[in-house]
């Protein structure tokens, strides 16, 4: 049977069958779309982007086994962020090589913007992945102009025109690439009115003619604390008119959900249970944590853990003893007021901690700890019970936040994370 027929995404009849999961292992993206803003924790909203949790590979082969006690018929495994899967490949090859070693017969597909895939798609190929969604928003440099903030591309950053350049560029030779290994392939456009949405049949003949299998036009989502927050999203004429328009040249999608980085189940009816069982798994202690042997807390008298990441200015630091546990002492906190290296500095004091139990975290510090294996755990609670979660992998139950408060109520929600 040809795989396509099982991909929900890729195949309208699979939709109403077969389940996805998509695992959230990377949270680092090498583009600023102005029509993007990537909350972590924002259970209210369901758009491209977002995430409740990021896994580690080794977490996300056991929230698979999890998640699969769940969900009946999962047939695709994919990435989908919550930023781009080739910003950090090392994190994406790493998970494919251990999802495939346990579940061979899964399909396994990706989404990226094509900036750096074309490097890895021999090794992407060799992996068994066969499908790949490439987002491309258009094919004049003008255009893409209005669309990225700046691209990071081989170490180096781009801004303004350049940065159309090299992503127009990329994304040629990733479709190319893609094709060259016979990987099927859906192009993403996101319709932007007055931007790009009169080039949507210029991006279609193209695509086509290069070999894409079906193109989904996504409406814009105006994303509250992106560059276009106060855009207008298209019109349902509008969006009929386009997907009668690209049909001339290749098979449109009709039936996208735009899913969060972190869904599971099928598409429109996702697991209800889902996100208990990633917060679950990000507790889940990874082979390298073994050379950290102990958990930063941050307290304010030593009891329960009640402090946000960004306003505790010390650590209480525990290490396993027999059952129970001992605490060592409080570490300093990194100076406030230093951006990213505030949270830089803090992995160096934390560096032999393999989990941070906090009460709130925005979504930067989460970012550079995991980085350096240091896990973050959002939650509230007796210091006791989340020692117990991550020493030994008890659960925590309804201490876990599974919710956020009112976005902007605890963090900016501008995506800098804490000052």
Known sequence: MNKTELHPC???KAKLKYARVHLPVAPKCNVQCKYCNRKY??????????????????QAVNYLKKISEKVPNISTIGIAGPGDAFAEPEKTL???????SEYPEKIFCLSTNGLEVAKYVKELAALDVTHVTLTINSLRTETLQKVYNWVRFNKKVYRGLDAARVMKEQQMKALEALKEYDITVKVNTIIMPGINDDEMEEVARMVAAK???????IPLIPAEGSDMENASPP???SIIRIHKGIAKYIQPMTHCARCRADAAGKIGHDEPDAMRVLHECTLMPTPAAADKPFVAVASYEGLLINRHMGETDSFLIFKQEG?????LGRRKSATKGKGDLRWIELSRILKDCRYVLVNGVGAKPVEILQRVGIGVVEMSGLITDGLDAVYKGKKLKAVIKTSTPKCGEACSGNGMGCG
């Not at 909203?45 to 949790?53: D, H």
């Not at 790493?94 to 495939?100: D, N």
């Not at 059952?323 to 605490?327: A, E, I, L, P, R």
């Open 323 to 327: 059952d129970g546990y001992k605490q």
């Open 10 to 12: 890729f195949n309208l």
């Open 41 to 58: 924790d924002c259970v209210n909203e369901s758009r491209p982007g977002i995430t409740s949790a990021v896994l580690s590979p080794y």
């Open 235 to 237: 019109t349902a004429q």
């Open 211 to 217: 070999g894409a299998n079906t193109m989904n036009c």
């Open 94 to 100: 790493e998970t494919i090589r251990l999802i495939k």
